[in-house]
Structure formats: structure tokens, C-alpha cells
């Protein structure tokens, strides 16, 4: 059974800082690349970052460059996403998510987390 299990949101002040983790399972996660989406209230969700299988490639929304780090362990089978200078317009419920279509037949989303920037 495939599981996306995402925790460390919370509140946080303009400026801080937070660890969003995710622990994958029911799937060979070493083999596929990894993304983190964020959906704000009345808003589509969008891609934040993305990382490589192997975790040498990474890409990230021009709106987080240089604030956020993607990152992943494959011996835990978890991917991680460090936040720095979060701003109130990072407020949203952030999921982590991998291509398995092919492997489901359907996109799979977990439950995701809360995060609240705000003073």
C-alpha cells in the first residue's frame, strides 16, 4: 500500500524557519524522482521543488529559490523539505508527491501538512 506521510508543519513567524518531512512507503522509492506541492486556500496546488532519484538534480519555484532545500534519504525512504525566510504568502498545505500513475493507475496524494506563516 502506498503512503505519503508528511509532518513538521506548524506556525511560524515571518522569518523562521521549518523541516517538512516526508516518509514514503509501497514503492521502490530510490527508483523515482520526488516533489513537494504546496495549495493555498482558493488556489491550484503548484509545484515548490522537485529532486532526482539520486538526488544530484534539483529544481525549484522562482518564488522559493534560495529560501527553500529539497533533499532526500533513500536509505529512510523520506524527502525532505528545509524552509528559511518563510513569508506569509507560503502559508498552504504542503504535500510531497512522485509520478506512480504507471505503477497505481491513478495520482496518489497523501494528507499532507499544514504550514502557517504568520505573526
Known amino acids: 500500500q502506498v503512503q505519503f506521510v508528511e509532518s513538521g508543519g506548524g506556525l511560524v513567524q515571518p522569518g523562521g524557519s521549518l523541516r517538512l518531512s516526508c516518509a514514503a512507503s509501497?514503492?521502490?522509492?530510490?527508483?523515482?524522482?520526488m516533489s513537494w506541492y504546496r495549495q493555498a486556500p482558493g488556489k491550484e496546488r503548484e509545484l515548490v521543488a522537485d529532486?532526482?532519484?539520486?538526488?544530484?538534480?534539483?529544481n525549484y519555484a522562482g518564488s522559493v529559490k534560495g529560501r527553500f532545500s529539497i533533499s532526500r534519504d533513500n536509505a529512510k525512504n523520506t524527502v525532505y523539505l528545509q524552509m528559511n525566510s518563510l513569508k506569509p504568502e507560503d502559508t498552504a498545505v504542503y504535500y510531497c508527491?512522485?509520478?506512480?500513475?504507471?505503477?497505481?493507475?491513478?495520482?496518489?496524494w497523501g494528507q499532507g501538512t499544514q504550514v502557517t506563516v504568520s505573526s
Open positions: 509501497g514503492f521502490t522509492f530510490r527508483r523515482y524522482a
Open positions: 529532486i532526482s532519484w539520486f538526488g544530484g538534480i534539483t
Open positions: 508527491h512522485a509520478d506512480l500513475r504507471t505503477l497505481l493507475g491513478y495520482d496518489y
